[in-house]
T-cell receptor, first 112, second 111 residues
């Protein structure tokens, strides 16, 4: 088991472009979470999946954000029409029930 | 609904002890603790579940007062490697696994 893998590690994009991030969770974990973290803050919840079902999406998340987890395996997070305020570290985590998260190394997004 | 952590920052000498507190306004199912070093992802330290069960690192201790929705993380005989930012994450009684993280407590251990 190699842990939670996220790609790419870094992404620089121009404002208005679309970006997609990928997360490969630990295979035995049925729960997968996306968080966003800015400098000096704790991770902010975006959305989560149990198997392939997206069970909750943050009300803070605009319609420009969408996530999928086909077949309950890897997950993708897409941001459409990026804005400078989207610049952040995007963290993926997976877990089993009643246990802690294993975070991936994150994708750092910079919107210029 | 974000849990409140205190203190915001702590500076210690090696071997000294520290306590980090986390307080929520909501009834909780569990409290998690994570440590994050600069430029790295948060690393799981401990989970404290409603009912008293705890899982995590043997060298880390913590408490969870379910009635007060408060948790404390105890760092004893601190080492240089303990430096980092500590986050508590609270899970409400819906038991979805979704965590709301506090703003963090920065710990610096000096030689």
């Amino acid at each position: 088991d190699t842990g939670v893998s996220q790609n790419p590690r870094h992404k620089i994009t121009k404002r208005g472009q679309n970006v997609t991030f990928r997360c490969d969770p630990i295979s035995e974990h049925n729960r997968l979470y996306w968080y966003r973290q800015t400098l000096g803050q704790g991770p902010e919840f975006l959305t989560y999946f149990q198997n392939e079902a997206q069970l909750e999406k943050s009300r803070l998340l605009s319609d420009r954000f969408s996530a999928e987890r086909p077949k309950g395996s890897f997950s993708t997070l897409e941001i459409q029409r990026t804005e400078q305020g989207d610049s952040a570290m995007y963290l993926c985590a997976s877990s089993g029930a009643d246990y802690g998260y294993t975070f991936g190394s994150g994708t750092r997004l910079t919107v210029v | 609904q974000q849990p409140v952590q205190s203190p915001q920052a702590v500076i210690l000498r090696e071997g000294e002890d520290a306590v980090i507190n986390c307080s929520s306004s909501k009834a909780l199912y569990s409290v998690h603790w994570y440590r994050q070093k600069h430029g790295e992802a948060p690393v799981f330290l401990m989970i404290l579940l409603k009912g008293g069960e705890q899982k995590g690192h043997d060298k880390i201790s913590a408490s969870f007062n379910e009635k007060k929705q408060q948790s404390s993380l105890y760092l004893t005989a601190s080492q240089l490697s303990y430096s980092g930012t500590y986050f508590c994450g609270t899970e409400d009684e819906s038991n979805t696994g979704k965590l709301i993280f506090g703003q963090g407590t920065t710990l610096q251990v000096k030689p």
